[in-house]
């Protein structure tokens, strides 16, 4: 059966790889070699998937700028769920990139009918004051709350113009009861992705979304929409006679005169060359031997430009003719960790996930209950190893307890050999979560003097 991708509803993924085929997710190991010092969840595979990866690992390795954006629907406790979406952010602008934190709170209180204050103090008290104890800096972020930020809102509305209900209705199962106020949600999200690129703010740059693989459905619709928005769209195409490759910019409905501009910018990087028909339509020869051909709806260009080289001229083209010019925003998957009782990670099992903000010595309780991959006996479990797969401590170990590489491997080697067995490994590990959670929350603790730097204004309740 296909499954379905639902962001509202916890579901679980069986078969990570399905994704590939089903959505047209690309593998992350295509880009991995790419990336100049890669994340622990990227090396591990925590992270499988992306689109369009490749304008990001370009920017990082060409120290160009661009954002980390992502959003956090303030409902509850931030969890080890959380932490990871947390961790990359803060590693990405560690990496250079401006990182933008939106706090869903349109979603809140759309879908999970949460008041205003509520979201606001959710917000703030679980996943800001988090967000900064792990690291991040007031240099190069940006944190806002969707129903406070205009731009995001006009935004969302104009997202709304290119969305219609039978879109709605494919991607998420909309229905005649589905709420206004969740449709817009939606456009909401789709805004706060695309907004770093609006002028205001950061500008047309690449930006990255790292994301669970429930929210690809979002990714997608919006990649869709920033299509629909630009002006223009580059297209490769192959020459009929000849079978040579040129590169093709169709305006949809530009105004008249932007293709012309980005032909004159064409000839103004790539030499003078000779100019092609004055009436708007012709050829041009560039020095460096581009060659140009400019019809009512679209340039055609030949010869020796790169994609990158092109997407600039374009852009800039666009931009002075008053359009968004919107990156296509890049997205990546990590996968979920499962719960401490087996079966999936979900807040309304307490068992099943520790907080950030929860007291250490019920984490260690947690942790000595968790359902491991253990033998029914010590003895039959020196003999034939634990089972390291189908265990929770171990993943929390692989997601978020061993740093280090070696160290986890030990752990794999140890438990499948026997030589460690569950209750000694469980307590290795609560003592790891005991110790990270006291320091993450004496950080926390310091993070309410930092809320002004990042212009945020919030007394504590
Ligand atoms: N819908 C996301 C969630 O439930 C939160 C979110 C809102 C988001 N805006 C976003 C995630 C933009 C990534 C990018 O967790
Ligand atoms: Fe899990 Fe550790 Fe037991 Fe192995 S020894 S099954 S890793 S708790």
Redesign the pocket.
């Known amino acids: 059966m296909a499954q379905k991708l639902d962001?509202w509803k916890s579901s679980e993924i069986s078969d990570y790889s399905k994704l590939f085929e089903e959505f047209g997710i690309s593998p992350f190991s295509d880009v991995l070699d790419e990336i100049p010092c890669p994340h622990k969840y990227m090396r591990r595979g925590l992270i499988f998937g992306h689109r369009g990866y490749e304008k990001i690992t370009d920017a990082m390795k060409r120290r160009q700028p661009f954002v980390v954006?992502?959003?956090?629907?303030p409902t509850g406790k931030a969890h080890f769920g959380h932490k990871m979406v947390m961790d990359q952010i803060v590693w990405y602008q560690q990496q250079g990139a401006v990182a933008v934190v939106?706090m869903?709170d349109r979603?809140a209180h759309a879908v999970r009918e949460l008041t205003w204050e509520e979201c606001k103090r959710i917000g703030v008290e679980e996943y800001i004051i988090s967000l900064i104890a792990l690291g991040l800096q007031p240099e190069n972020a940006r944190l806002y709350f969707q129903s406070e930020c205009q731009p995001v809102k006009d935004l969302a509305f104009e997202i709304g113009t290119k969305v219609n209900f039978s879109d709605m209705a494919a991607i998420y199962g909309f229905s005649g009861e589905t709420h206004l106020a969740h449709m817009i949600s939606v456009l909401t999200?789709g805004a706060?992705?695309l907004h770093s690129q609006l002028s205001v703010y950061e500008g047309p740059v690449p930006v990255v979304?790292p994301?669970g693989a429930d929210?690809d459905p979002?990714i997608r619709l919006t990649r869709d929409v920033a299509s629909k928005m630009n002006m223009f769209l580059i297209e490769r195409r192959a020459d009929q006679k000849t079978g040579l490759p040129y590169w093709s910019v169709r305006g949809k409905g530009a105004p008249e005169g932007a293709l012309k501009t980005i032909e004159q910018n064409i000839r103004g990087v790539f030499g003078g060359g000779v100019g092609g028909g004055g009436g708007g339509t012709g050829s041009g020869v560039g020095g460096a031997g581009v060659l140009t051909k400019l019809s009512k709806e679209h340039l055609d260009i030949f010869g020796d430009i790169s994609e990158n080289e092109l997407e600039e001229i374009v852009k800039n083209a666009e931009l002075a003719h008053g359009g968004y010019a919107f990156i296509m925003p890049a997205s990546t998957y990590h996968r979920f960790m499962s719960g401490l009782t087996g079966g999936k990670m979900s807040s309304s099992i307490p068992d099943s996930n520790i907080a950030l903000s929860e007291d250490p010595k019920s984490a260690v309780k947690k942790i000595m209950k968790a359902k491991t991959g253990g033998c029914e006996s010590a003895e039959e479990q020196r003999k034939n190893g634990g089972d390291f797969d189908k265990c929770s401590v171990y993943e929390l170990y692989f997601f978020h307890l061993a740093d280090d590489d070696e160290e986890l491997l030990q752990i794999r080697v140890d438990c499948s050999s026997g030589n460690i067995l569950c209750g000694e490994c469980k307590k290795k590990a609560a003592g790891k979560m005991e110790a990270f959670l006291i320091d993450h929350q004496k950080k926390r603790e310091e993070a309410y003097d930092k809320l002004p730097l990042f212009g945020i204004d919030y007394r504590r309740k």
Request: charged share 20%.
């Open positions: 962001p954006l992502d959003g956090f629907m939106g869903a979603e999200q706060d992705i979304v994301v929210q979002h």
